[in-house]
């Protein structure tokens, strides 16, 4: 997941990107230390998105591009993940220490707020 949300950041780049560009970012989105990250991890997993046909080596060079389905996919997990499977797995699992009621309710006015202002600017989650 880390990865697909990495290459949407990087799939305006015309002349692509290469695996120390997009590396620190996937480490940072993984929570991982940049150097337990490795180069030759970060090979493996472009070499995964690139036989699947997500991403294309730029002839002669050791960059690549997001390809057109590459782009779909990435913004689909990665909308998935954001809207639905993280804000669900936080309901999911009981929280270990309640928070205190006042502070509850604080929260639920901010996540109220922000529903509001999601559904006015039209921004909410579309259902089939």
């Keep these: 997941m880390a990865l697909l949300q990495a290459l949407c950041g ?63 996919v990435a913004l689909f997990y990665t909308k998935v993940y954001l809207r639905i499977l993280r804000p669900g797995w936080a309901e999911l699992v009981e ?4 928070l205190p009621k006042p502070l509850r309710q604080a929260l639920a006015a901010v996540q109220a707020e922000i529903d509001k202002l999601a559904s006015n600017a039209n921004l909410e989650a579309k259902t089939a």
Excluded at 40 to 56: A, P
Aim: net charge positive; hydrophobic share 30%; aromatic share 8%.
């Design 95 to 98: 929280s270990v220490e309640p």
């Design 10 to 72: 990087f799939a305006h780049l015309p002349q692509g990107f290469r695996n120390r560009d997009l590396r620190p970012q996937v480490a940072a989105l993984l929570g991982l230390d940049p150097t337990t990250y490795t180069s030759g991890r970060m090979s493996y997993d472009l070499r995964r998105l690139r036989l699947k046909g997500l991403i294309q080596r730029i002839p002669g060079t050791t960059r690549y591009t997001l390809t057109t389905y590459g782009l779909r």
